[in-house]
């Protein structure tokens, strides 16, 4: 089992930015994908960008590319999404996820492993 905790969220104004960081724990997953989803009231999850523990690969969504940069810190076992610019429609709820199938989350928009979730508000 892998244990996943988001933090971080919060209220912020539009144009501002937000850190967030997902702390995982468990079994050995230096071989996992992590990656970072969203959801929005009324919408479907999706996918923002992954990483592999391994190499530092990373991939991300087209609407967050340049805006979003997801990291990761082996010694802490944290993974980070830095939010810049933020948009009223970046409003959502964060899942951090784990995956151990490559490219899964990107292909399939899921994951074996997810965090609880950290909401983000942006105002205008």
């Known amino acids: 089992q892998v244990q996943l905790v988001e933090s971080g969220g919060g209220l912020v104004q539009a144009g501002g930015s937000l850190r967030l960081s997902c702390a995982a724990s468990?079994?050995?997953?230096?071989?996992?994908?992590m990656g970072w989803f969203r959801q929005a009231p009324g919408k479907e999850r999706e996918f923002l960008a992954v990483i592999s523990w391994s190499g530092g690969n990373t991939y991300y969504r087209d609407s967050v590319k340049g805006r979003f940069t997801i990291s990761c810190d082996n010694a802490k076992n944290t993974v980070y999404l830095q939010m810049n610019s933020l948009k009223p429609e970046d409003t959502a709820v964060y899942y951090c996820a784990a995956d151990s199938r490559p490219r899964h989350m990107v292909l399939f928009n899921g994951a074996d492993y997810w965090g609880q979730g950290t909401q983000v508000t942006v105002s205008s």
């Open positions: 468990g079994r050995t997953f230096s071989t996992y994908e």
